[in-house]
């Protein structure tokens, strides 16, 4: 069974830029898997950020941007702000109405 | 505004059913698929099910195929997730999503999420 993969952790300097990826444990990621990512902080609902790639859902400011990088798809984040600190997880469409997410990212605003 | 309100959540014992439901508004309702995704105490989340617009496709993932049946009621405007034949991994939070449009669309809107707890 195919894994959607994610970095456990991430850490990234307040005004920094950081990447975040969700890849597969066996081949590529590409815009037909509809990659989505959303972030969630402890207690929380999680809130969509991007969906389809590049979309970037209502309201969420242009600071996170969505993409394909290489095989993975790729979640960016510039200028970092303390209120970013959460988890991020990323959902990839398998076909067949099947859907799987990764493991989420912790990231850490320090 | 979208709005998803989940009700249904409790505490029941192993082998026992739920039926979970999501009141939506601020949306059309028929026009968007619906999902459920649930979240293990502190683990990450996991796709559940999601039914299309209309209803008439439906999809499940492995771990509750068989157990599991998502529906939706039109005239309620109430998505619906009967499960049965619980055990002790289904504890979970379960959050109904809205869809950003057909069946093989991703989430784009959350509920705020209902407790199940399995345990005797």
């Known amino acids: ?6 970095e456990p952790s991430f850490s990234v300097s307040p005004g920094g830029t950081v990447t ?3 890849g597969l444990s066996s081949g590529s990621v590409s815009t037909s898997y509809n990659p989505s990512w959303y972030q969630q902080t402890p207690g929380q609902a999680p809130r969509t950020l991007i969906y389809s790639t590049n979309t970037r859902s209502s309201g969420v400011p242009d600071r996170f941007s969505g993409s394909i990088l290489g095989n993975k798809a790729a979640l960016t984040i510039t200028g970092a702000q303390a209120d970013d600190e ?4 990323c959902v990839l469409y398998m076909g067949s109405g099947i859907w799987v997410f990764g493991g989420g990212t912790k990231l850490t605003v320090v | 505004e979208v709005q998803l309100l989940e009700s249904g959540g409790g505490l029941v014992q192993p082998g026992g059913s739920l039926r979970l439901s999501c009141a939506a508004s601020g949306f059309t309702f028929d026009s968007y698929a619906m999902s459920w995704v649930r979240q293990a105490p502190g683990k990450g989340l996991e796709w559940v099910s999601t039914i299309s617009g209309s209803g008439g496709s439906t999809f499940y993932a492995d771990s509750v195929k068989g157990r599991f049946t998502i529906s939706r009621d039109y ?3 109430t998505l619906y ?4 034949s619980l055990r002790a991994d289904d504890t979970a939070i379960y959050y109904c999503a809205k869809t950003s449009g057909g069946a093989l669309t991703p989430v784009d809107c959350w509920g705020q999420g209902t407790l199940v707890t399995v345990s005797s």
Not at chain 1, 1 to 6: M, R
Not at chain 1, 86 to 89: A, G, K, L, N, Q
């Open chain 2, 75 to 77: 005239s309620k405007n």
């Open chain 1, 1 to 6: 069974q195919t894994v959607v993969t994610q």
């Open chain 1, 86 to 89: 959460s988890d991020y997880y």
């Open chain 1, 20 to 22: 975040l990826t969700c």
């Open chain 2, 81 to 84: 997730l009967q499960i049965n």
